[in-house]
Nanobody, 115 residues
Framework: QVQLVESGGGLVQPGGSLRLSCAAS????????MGWYRQAPGKERELVAR???????NYAGSVKGRFAISRDNARSTMYLQMNSLRPEDTAIYYC?????????WGQGTQVTVSS
């Protein structure tokens, strides 16, 4: 059974930090590259960062240098460390495979950057 559970979001001031977590089904996590995606109000969902099973990473230009993706394969958990947050980072953040092939999304975690 597929499970993707995101957590760690919240309200933070500009310049602040948050660390998101994604707990995934082991059967999915262990053999797939994974990604963090986000959807802001009125916008399309976009890929923020991705990581291979070997730990190679790639970032969207808008977050490069501020966000860091990592994974713990033993715990089937992925993380997104977000620093120097900006109001434009406000969105619901989701985790999923990369590339996308599951017909499933978790509930996401809301990140709001505001003073």
């Amino acid at each position: 059974q597929v499970q993707l559970v995101e957590s760690g979001g919240g309200l933070v001031q500009p310049g602040g930090s948050l660390r998101l977590s994604c707990a995934a089904s082991g059967s999915i996590f262990s053999i797939n590259a994974m990604g963090w995606y986000r959807q802001a109000p009125g916008k399309e969902r976009e890929l923020v960062a991705r990581i291979t099973t070997a730990g190679d990473t790639n970032y969207a230009g808008s977050v490069k240098g501020r966000f860091a993706i990592s994974r713990d394969n033993a715990r089937s958990t992925m993380y997104l460390q977000m620093n120097s947050l900006r109001p434009e980072d406000t969105a619901i953040y989701y985790c999923n495979t990369y590339p996308l092939f599951l017909d499933y999304w978790g509930q996401g975690t809301q990140v709001t950057v505001s003073s």
